[in-house]
């Protein structure tokens, strides 16, 4: 994606709890505001936020309010990735996303589905992978120019 010299990369963890959600931001906003705009990092928040909230009420929803949800945020040159890994059961993101852009009804009112939309809307890439420890990793990239 054009230059990729590293400025910053930053790792979080966080407990399964919706309540975690304001110090996930302070985190964001922490690492990324001398980097990105306004409007940029206004951006990364909603879809973090919905990544997030995401793996809380749909791929945790079975497990213990004690299951670590790691975050990472690494900025290059020209873009950010923001990545969520969950240990819930791994879902088909491409197939999803076409199902809800092909719904004949308002996308608004499928609430997990919605947050996709805005996440795929909002970054430039979008990907969903189960990484060899049975981990769920979504990535988020957005460029910073």
Not at 81 to 106: A, K, N, S, Y
Request: aromatic share 8%; glycine share 4%.
């Amino acid at each position: 994606m054009g230059d990729n010299t590293l400025v910053v990369r930053s790792q979080f963890q966080v407990q399964t709890d919706l309540n975690a959600l304001n110090e996930i931001l302070q985190w964001l906003e922490k690492q990324t505001s001398t980097y990105l705009s306004e409007d940029l990092l206004y951006q990364c928040k909603i879809a973090l936020t919905e990544g997030f909230t995401n793996v809380v009420r749909h791929a945790h929803r079975t497990l213990s309010p004690t299951t670590p949800i790691n975050l990472e945020v690494t900025i290059f040159s020209d873009y950010i990735e923001m990545r969520i890994w969950d240990l819930g059961q791994p879902f088909d993101l491409e197939h999803t996303l076409q199902c809800v852009r092909h719904l004949h009804t308002d996308p608004l009112a499928h609430e997990g589905s919605r947050g996709l939309l805005f996440m795929h809307k909002l970054m430039d890439e979008l990907s969903y992978t189960r990484t060899d420890d049975d981990r769920n990793c979504l990535l988020m990239r957005k460029r910073i120019s």
